[in-house]
């Protein structure tokens, strides 16, 4: 069965500095790693995916996230952090054999201060 | 850039009556799905739909739920006789294919049973 843990409910972080928001999953197959960002009253925007390949994924608006197969991970990083990142950022898992479903995180609420 | 689109944005529902959200994917997706989300929490899958046919459904999609495509562009989500906690924001989502897995979500129909 799949499952993705968000071990972070909040993370706060000072505008400027680099953040990193974690997740670790657990698939049957090899793994489709998405993250996704939500703003207030918004749906879910798409910021990048892992599906095979290079490690590391370049995303929208600075974000890049990490593929680490050993420790089953797919930390979301931003080297210089916005205010303007301060929203609720979900992690996805979806495997490889031919299933439907994507499964989300619980969600980490990102707040970037002044 | 193409949108899944949904209507209404925010619906008002007394509990035990009939409520359909309606979406209409992006033109030259062929899966389609629902997800729920209550009170800015987990992201939840409700159900896929494929080649006119659920391929894929969670537990929470009881029989009180049902999803139609009733022509080449609207994909619809009923909930037959509301209860108190289907309150949540739904979205759709749809996809070019299974091994296409990003979504593209739509922005969502807050549901609200009183």
């Known amino acids: 069965a799949q499952s993705v843990a968000q071990p972070e409910d909040q993370v706060n972080v000072a505008e400027g500095n680099p953040l990193t928001v974690k997740c670790t999953y657990s698939?049957?197959?090899?793994?489709?790693l998405f993250w996704y960002v939500q703003y207030p009253n918004r749906g879910l925007q798409f910021l990048l995916k892992?599906?095979?390949?290079?490690?590391l994924v370049k995303g929208s608006y600075g974000f890049e996230a990490e593929f680490n197969k050993s420790q089953t991970s797919f930390h979301l990083k931003k080297p210089s952090a916005l205010v303007s990142d301060s929203a609720l950022y979900f992690c996805?898992?979806?495997?490889?054999?031919?299933?439907?479903?994507?499964?989300f995180g619980a969600g980490t609420r990102l707040f970037v201060k002044a | 850039e193409p949108e899944v689109t949904q209507t209404p944005s925010h619906q008002v529902t007394q509990m035990g009556q009939e409520v359909i959200l309606r979406c209409v994917p992006i033109?030259?997706?062929?899966?389609f799905y629902w997800y729920r989300q209550i009170l800015g929490q987990k992201v939840e899958f409700l159900v896929s739909?494929?080649?006119?046919?659920?391929?894929?459904k969670s537990e929470i999609f009881d029989d009180q739920f049902s999803v139609e495509r009733p022509d080449g562009s609207n994909f619809t989500l009923k909930i037959r006789s509301t209860k108190l906690e289907d309150s949540a924001m739904y979205f759709c989502?749809?996809?070019?294919?299974?091994?296409?897995?990003?979504?593209?979500f739509g922005s969502g129909t807050r549901l609200t049973v009183v």
């Open positions: 989502a749809s996809s070019a294919g299974t091994y296409s897995p990003d979504y593209t």
């Open positions: 698939v049957s197959g090899n793994p489709y």
């Open positions: 892992y599906i095979t390949g290079d490690n």
């Open positions: 996805a898992v979806r495997d490889d054999t031919g299933g439907f479903k994507t499964i």
């Open positions: 033109s030259n997706h062929l899966y």
């Open positions: 739909f494929y080649n006119n046919e659920i391929s894929e």
